[in-house]
């Protein structure tokens, strides 16, 4: 079976001095809309269409989550790189856009940079051959 063809798209999301720390917003880019986060000053980009009943995940909290532990144990870890979606709860890892609860569930992801005082969005697809 072969792999397909892999292509690099960019487009121009907004000026990064529209996203301070600590803020989300919303684009139109690649024929979708895409949710970017400042979280500390480091962009994260993911589809806004959470794929449990598609919730705007642009209005997600980020925080940490409950880590494995043993049973009567609490441990809380990952802080700022969990987004939970607004509507029912469902949790992100913001970086790679899989679930927590089953990492084979994931949300669209981009690569979200700064170039020339811009927020530059890129995505990779493979099409089939
Ligand atoms: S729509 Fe996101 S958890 Fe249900």
């Known amino acids: ?23 989300s ?5 690649f024929g979708t809309t895409v949710a970017i986060f400042n979280v500390e000053g480091q962009l994260f980009a993911l589809s806004n269409h959470c794929p449990h009943h ?40 913001i970086e790679s856009g899989r679930t927590i609860f089953d990492p084979s569930v994931r949300v669209k992801t981009y690569e979200a940079r700064i170039e020339e005082g811009e927020i530059m969005l890129t995505r990779q697809r493979t099409e089939p051959r």
């Not at 917003?25 to 880019?29: D, H, I, P, Q, Y």
């Not at 409950?66 to 790189?81: D, Q």
Request: include cysteine.
């Open 54 to 93: 598609g919730g705007p995940l642009c209005h997600g909290r980020i925080s940490g989550t409950a880590l494995p532990s043993r049973p009567y144990e609490y441990r809380y870890g990952r802080e700022g790189r969990v987004l939970t979606c607004p509507w029912h709860g469902w949790e992100f890892d």
């Open 1 to 23: 079976m072969s792999a397909g063809v892999s292509t690099t798209e960019r487009e121009v999301a907004l000026p990064v001095a529209e996203l301070p720390p600590g803020t």
């Open 25 to 29: 917003t919303t684009v139109k880019a």
